[in-house]
C-alpha cells in the first residue's frame, strides 16, 4: 500500500523523497536498483534550454493572513494557542499551531511567522489561517483580547507561497533568492515547521512576483499542492479539521510540531493535557488510499472493517486520496466506506514515514 502512494506521487511529480528533520534524504533510485544521488540543482542560466525548474511555487488563495502587533502580542498568544510563543522569540521564524474552543477542540490550524526585519507599517507577527474562517478568527481574537495592547488587521495586500522541490534532487536548505540589484526580497522565506516533507512558506506582497524573487522556480496549479498533502497525510484547512470537532491530538498536532505540554494555561487545555499524560490516543488522522474518486464520496461517512466494526470516518480528500479518522486498532485492515449508491468502497489506510516514533501512539 505504502508503496503504492509513493509510486503515485513520483508520477505526479510531487515532492516524496524528504525525510524527516535531521533523517538523511531518501534519493530515488536508479534503473540499476542502486540509490542515486543527484547533484544540486542547477540554476536557470545553467539549465539546460527547456529543463524544468526544480522548484515548484503554489500561490495558496486557500489560506488568509493576519497582522498582530503591539507591546502584549506575544503574551496575548501564549494564551490562546496550543504552542508556546517563547520558540518564536528564541530561535524559530514560523511556529505551529491550533486555538482550541473550551472543550479542547479545533477551531483553527494556523501558522504564525515572526519578521526578521520589520518596517513601518509591517511589525509583529503574522498569522495565516484557512481563508473561509478569517472573519470568524479576527471576531475570537478580538473577543479574549479584552484590553491588552494588541492590534488585529487582515492583511489582503500580502501573498502566501507554498514552496515544493520538484523531486528528491534538491538539497538546499533554502531556496536561492535572486541576487539581481534592486530586487525587493521576500516578507518572509522559512521552511515549513510542520514537516520537511511541506518544503517552504514564502509570503509576499500581493504585487510581487516569485519567478522575480526566486532564481529557479516554476508557478504550478494549488491543485497538486493539495494531492502532496493528502499523499503525505497532513491536514489543514476546516476541511481536514472541522471546528468544534476535531481533537488536536487525534489530528497529530505532536507530529507536526504544534504543541507545547510544558507551557502555562491556554484555551482548551486541559483535556489535551489529560490525554497526553494518560497516553490513550485510540484513533489518528491518516492518509487513505479510495478505490473511488473522494469527490463521489460524502466527507462523514463512515469505515468499517470487513466484519462490519466501526474503524473511523472520511474526512476529506482528493481524486483517489484523503484523510480519515481512522482506529488504530483497525488501521492495517482492508477497510470499506458505504457510498451514497449503495456500493462499497475500498479504503486502505497507511502510517505516514515522517512520524515521529511516539512511545505513548497506541496501535
Given amino acids: 500500500m505504502r508503496a503504492a502512494l509513493v509510486l503515485r506521487v513520483v508520477r505526479a511529480g510531487l515532492l516524496c523523497g524528504l525525510s524527516r528533520a535531521g533523517a538523511t534524504p531518501r534519493w530515488i533510485s536508479s534503473s540499476s536498483g542502486e540509490p542515486e544521488k543527484p547533484g544540486p540543482p542547477q540554476s536557470a542560466a545553467a539549465r539546460p534550454h527547456g529543463a524544468p525548474a526544480p522548484l515548484w511555487c503554489f500561490r495558496l488563495a486557500c489560506r488568509a493572513l493576519l497582522q498582530l502587533h503591539g507591546a502584549d502580542t506575544a503574551a ?38 515572526r519578521l526578521k526585519e520589520p518596517s513601518d507599517d509591517l511589525s509583529g507577527v503574522l498569522l495565516e489561517c484557512d481563508s473561509s474562517v478569517l472573519d470568524s478568527m479576527t471576531r475570537h481574537l478580538k473577543v479574549y483580547k479584552i484590553r491588552r495592547k494588541v492590534t488585529v488587521t487582515p492583511r489582503d495586500d500580502l501573498s502566501l507561497w507554498a514552496l515544493l522541490p520538484r523531486n528528491s534532487a534538491w538539497d538546499r536548505l533554502q531556496p536561492p533568492l535572486t541576487t539581481e540589484e534592486g530586487r525587493e526580497k521576500p516578507l518572509v522565506l522559512v521552511q515549513d515547521p510542520r514537516t520537511e516533507l511541506m518544503g517552504w512558506r514564502m509570503i509576499t506582497s500581493s504585487t510581487q512576483n516569485p519567478a522575480e524573487l ?35 491530538l487525534e489530528s497529530n498536532l505532536v507530529f507536526m510540531n504544534g504543541i507545547s505540554f510544558s507551557k502555562g494555561c491556554y484555551i482548551g487545555q486541559e483535556l489535551t493535557a489529560r490525554t497526553h499524560h494518560t497516553g490513550v490516543v485510540r484513533k489518528r488522522l491518516m492518509p487513505l488510499s479510495l478505490s473511488v474518486p473522494a469527490e463521489s464520496l460524502q466527507p462523514g461517512g463512515a469505515l468499517e472493517t470487513a466484519g462490519g466494526k466501526p474503524a473511523g470516518k472520511l474526512r476529506a480528500g482528493m481524486g483517489q486520496l484523503g484523510l480519515g479518522l481512522v482506529r488504530l486498532v483497525h488501521a492495517n485492515e482492508p477497510l470499506t466506506l458505504r457510498a451514497s449508491t449503495q456500493t462499497s468502497v475500498t479504503v486502505h489506510a497507511a502510517e505516514p514515514d515522517w512520524w515521529t516514533k511516539d512511545s505513548k501512539v497506541n496501535k
Fill in 76 to 113: 496575548f498568544l501564549q494564551g490562546v494557542i496550543t504552542n508556546d510563543m517563547a520558540l518564536l522569540e528564541e530561535d524559530l521564524q514560523a511556529l505551529y499551531a491550533h486555538m482550541l474552543n473550551v472543550q479542547g477542540r479545533t477551531l483553527y490550524d494556523i501558522i504564525i511567522y
Fill in 214 to 248: 526566486l532564481t529557479d522556480c516554476e508557478q504550478a496549479d494549488t491543485e497538486q499542492y493539495h494531492q502532496h498533502r493528502y499523499t503525505i497525510g497532513l491536514p489543514e484547512g476546516v476541511g481536514d479539521l472541522p471546528a468544534g470537532e476535531a481533537l488536536p
